[in-house]
């Protein structure tokens, strides 16, 4: 079927809306017509080739729509089924096996190979591949093709168009919280980038019942609404030593800390804030070969380091349970959304990259 999608043609280039062509669903993929996608760091980065998509290609992994066909196998929804659009994994291998998708042993060539995982593509233009199943989906189109696997379905009786941003930034940041270092109430944690992955952490946190969440970034902008979200301190890196200050706040270091940047300093800070026995979520994606130092003596009395993916999610329960607290009034991420149409694409993504949009959406 015939859809629009913005198309990347080369490195660092601009998205060009384009008219393309989509397979029909296979027997175990869902047809899905976008209604709201967000623009996320990993999109920028896959488009300036940071990571390995293929390009010409259509990006986009936070996607929110309603079903309009489903394939012959397909159980999980029907048409008209409200969904959010996840991240991709295999299902049979020992970690999907085991309830880790998210450490998925082909998770990048589920969700980066710029194909479906048996190599074919699902979009073409006059006989050119477009690649596209960026992270299962490329919501960067009015409809998108994906699997029954990354799929979710999600209640009705709420803004559709709000909810993509739970298939990553939400899910990553509130997850690498509430799956990962599962804080303990009266807890202190410390997070380092107040991006749209931060600030879902921090709500997590309170939503944990931490009660010392130091927020740390350069954008005091960013730092103001960290504190509005519940940050207890906030530290402008710029202004005062990090791990001095927060080591003064605490006393002796905080029991966990995320780091949410992708940049090496940044990763240091956040490890030698820990106290004894301390956990860091490392949550940031750096470019491919990136090395940071550490002392090693410093990790030698329990402190732990700890990568996390998608939050560490099975999204098939964690989406809805966000739901779920969002409607409690205890995770309000709407509140960092900044809606923009389609065809503004490359505004979105340049305010997005200069820090002027906190989340921004696409409406289609």
Known sequence: MRIRAAVVRERTG???IEDVELDEPRDDEVLVRIVGSGMCHTDLMARDQHLPMPLPG???HEGSG???KVGAHVKKVIPGDHVVLSFLSCGVCPSCLKGAPTHC???FICNMGGSRIDGSSTMQRN?????GAFVGQSSFASHSLANERNVVKVRKDLPLEILGPLGCAVQTGAGGVLNTLRPRAGSSIAVFGTGPVGLSAILAAVASAC???VAVDINTERLKIAQEFGATHTINPRVTDPVEEIRRITDSGTEYSLECTGIPEVFRNSVDVLAMGGVCGMIGVPPAGTEASLDMQHLLNGRTIVGIIAGDSISDIFIPQLVE?????????????????????????YDSEKGRTLKAV???
């Open 362 to 364: 696409l409406r289609l």
């Open 211 to 213: 009660t010392t969440i």
């Open 58 to 60: 259509v990006f986009g």
């Open 325 to 349: 607290l969002y409607m409690q009034g205890r995770l309000p991420f709407d509140r960092m959304i900044k809606f923009y149409p389609f065809d503004q694409i490359n505004q979105a993504a």
């Open 127 to 131: 006989g050119e591949v477009i690649h």
């Open 105 to 107: 042993s082909i998770y």
């Open 14 to 16: 601009p998205f060009l």
């Open 66 to 68: 309603i079903v309009e």
